[in-house]
C-alpha cells in the first residue's frame, strides 16, 4: 500500500516510525510520503493561509497550494483522496477495513479553522473524522486512520488472527485479557483460562464480550 499524506507539519509523522508500523516500514509492507504542503505554495513567503471572506475567528488554508500538491503527488487520480475533519464520517472498524481494500490512498490534513471549500470540491473523494471532537491539526487524525488501516495490511500485524478476534471485528468489544503471572497482587487468572478446555475458553470469551460490550457500549448490541 502507498500513502501520500499531506501535511504543513511532516515532522509529526516520526510517530509512525515505531513499534509495529515502524517495523512494517523498515520491511517494506507500505510506503508513506509526507507532502510539505507549504513547498507548494507560490506566494512568495510560501503562505498557506488567510483570513476567513464573511469575517471570523482565524485563518483558513488558501486553496492553490492544496490543490497544487495533491495534483502533483496524484495526477491521475490514482487514490482514494481523503480530508480529516470533524465534519467528516465518523470512522469505524467497517471503513478502516474498506479503506485497507485500496492501494493507493492520499491523506490531507487541515489546520488553523481547516480548508477552503473548493479544495473539498475539487479534489477530495471524501471527508473523515476520528470523533466528535475538535483537535488543532488533522495530522493525529491521519496517523490514527494510518495506523488502523495497516494493520489490515498482509503481515503487519506479527499474528494475522489478531485483527480477526479484537474489538469490533464482531460488532463485539474484546474480551479480557490475562498474561504471567497466573497471581498478581492477590488477584487471580479466572480459572476456565487454565483449565486447558479451548471450548469452555471460547465460550467464556464470548460471554464476557458481550457482557462488557453491554456494560459499556450498548449501542453496538442494539445496532445490530
Ligand atoms: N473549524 C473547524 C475545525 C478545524 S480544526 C470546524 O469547526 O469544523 C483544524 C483541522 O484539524 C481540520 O481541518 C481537520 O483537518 C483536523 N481535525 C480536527 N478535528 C478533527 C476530527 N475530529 N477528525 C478529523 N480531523 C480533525
Redesign the pocket.
Same mark, same amino acid.
Not at 490531507?108 to 480548508?115: A, N
Not at 471527508?127 to 491521519?142: C, Q, R
Given at each position: 500500500m502507498k500513502i501520500d499524506v499531506l501535511t504543513l507539519f511532516p515532522e509529526m509523522f516520526v510517530a509512525l516510525d515505531s513499534s509495529l508500523m515502524g517495523k512494517a516500514k523498515e520491511k517494506g509492507l507500505f510506503e508513506l510520503n509526507c507532502h510539505n504542503i507549504r513547498n507548494y505554495s507560490i506566494d512568495k513567503h510560501k503562505k498557506c493561509d488567510d483570513t476567513p471572506f464573511g469575517g471570523g475567528a482565524?485563518m483558513v488554508?488558501t486553496p492553490q497550494p492544496i490543490h497544487d500538491c495533491i495534483n502533483a503527488v496524484d495526477p491521475k487520480h490514482k487514490a482514494v483522496r481523503i480530508?480529516?475533519? $470533524?465534519? &467528516?464520517k465518523r +470512522?469505524n472498524q467497517q471503513i478502516v477495513k474498506e479503506l485497507s481494500q485500496n492501494s493507493d490512498l492520499l491523506i +490531507?490534513?487541515?489546520?488553523?479553522?481547516? /480548508?477552503d471549500q473548493r479544495v473539498i470540491a475539487l479534489d477530495i473523494d471524501m471527508?473523515?473524522? /476520528?470523533?466528535?471532537? /475538535? +483537535?488543532? &491539526?488533522?495530522? +493525529? $487524525?491521519?496517523m490514527t486512520l494510518i495506523d488502523a488501516v495497516l494493520r489490515y495490511v498482509p503481515n503487519v500485524l506479527g499474528n494475522s488472527q489478531s485483527t480477526v478476534d479484537e474489538s469490533f471485528s464482531s460488532d463485539l468489544l474484546e474480551y479480557p485479557q490475562y498474561t504471567r503471572p497466573q497471581e498478581f497482587c492477590r488477584l487471580s487468572v479466572p480459572d476456565v483460562l487454565v483449565s486447558g478446555n479451548h471450548q469452555n475458553i471460547e465460550q467464556w470469551r464470548r460471554e464476557q464480550s458481550i457482557e462488557i460490550t453491554r456494560r459499556v457500549r450498548p449501542d453496538l448490541l442494539e445496532d445490530k
Open positions: 482565524g488554508m480530508y480529516m475533519s $470533524p465534519r &467528516g +470512522l +490531507l490534513c487541515g489546520h488553523y479553522e481547516g /480548508v471527508e473523515i473524522s /476520528v470523533g466528535d471532537y /475538535v +483537535l488543532s &491539526g488533522g495530522e +493525529l $487524525p491521519a
